[in-house]
C-alpha cells in the first residue's frame, strides 16, 4: 500500500509486523540479524541495483551471506509519482534515479524508497511509523460505551420509542493522546470515538455518530433526536426475558510523524453488552 507520503522510511519493531532477529545471524523471511527495538532488512544480492538498465518489473533483492532465503521486492513504480510528491524524499527527476515500491516477507503493506540508477539498496534499518502509531495506540486506554440508556433495571415497552446513550468520558470517548520513539522518529496518535454501532437484539442495528441524548421524563412520549430505537414485540421469548444487545464504539486514530512527513489514520473497536426487558401494555376494556 502506497498511500502515505513518506512510507519508505519505516519502523518496524521486533515482534510487531515482523519475526524475530536471530542472535546467531541467520535469516527468516529475509530478515537480517538486528538489535531489540530495530531490525535489518536483507536488501541486496552483491549485484547491481534494480537501478540498473532502466527496467520497471520486479526485481527480487537477494540475501546476504549466500543465503537462499528470499528478501525484499523492489519494483519500480511506472508512472513515477508527481515531481512535488513526498515519495523523491526530497530528490527531483534531473537526478539520475527513481522511486521504487518496496515488500518485504514478514511485513504487511508496501514502502517507498529512492534509489538511484545502478546502485543496490541500502540495507539499512526499516522503520514503519504506522507501527510506532499502533504502539502508541496500545498504551491508551480504550473503552467500550458506558451504556446509560437502556437501563438493565428499566421496563419498556412495545411500540414506545426507546432513548440510547452513552456516558461520556476521556477513555470511553476520547480524545486521548499517546506518542512512541523509536530509531529516533517519534509519532503521535490521537484517538476519538467518531461513531457508536447498536446492536438491538431484536435482529436491528442503529448507528450514531455521537453518545446519544439522555432522556427526561419531561420529553414525554417522543423520539430521540439522534439515537433511539423502536421495538415491535416484546422481549419474553428471549433468553432470561430480555433482549441481548451491543454497542460498539468506533475509535479512530489520527498518527503524524512530523519528522517523515507522514500520517495517517486506523480504526479500532471496543464493545459493550447491554439487556433490554420489553413488554406488552395490556389494555383492559372496563365498560
Known sequence: MLRRAAAAAVVVLAGVLVPAAHADGGQTGGICEGTALTITVCASDGGAGPGAGGGTAAAPAGTSGGSSTPSCTYTKLEP???????????????EEGAVYGVHCPGQQGARTVWIADGKAPA????????????????SMRLD????AGPRAAGTYVVGMPMWMWATPSTSTFGPVSASATAGGVTVTATAEVTRVRWSMGDGATVTCRGPGT?????????ESPDCGHLYERPSYEEPDGRYRGTATSTWTIT?????????????????TPF??????????NTR
Open 80 to 94: 513515477q509519482p508527481p515531481p512535488d510528491n513526498a515519495y523523491w524524499k526530497g530528490h527531483d527527476r534531473s
Open 123 to 138: 540495507a539499512a534499518p526499516v522503520i514503519d511509523p504506522e507501527a510506532l502509531a499502533r504502539r502508541a495506540a496500545a
Open 144 to 147: 467500550g460505551p458506558k451504556v
Open 214 to 222: 439522555p432522556y427526561r421524563k419531561s420529553r414525554e412520549v417522543t
Open 255 to 271: 498518527w503524524s510523524a512530523p519528522a517523515l512527513g507522514d500520517g495517517g489514520t486506523f480504526t479500532e473497536a471496543r464493545q
Open 275 to 284: 439487556t433490554v426487558d420489553v413488554r406488552e401494555v395490556q389494555v383492559v
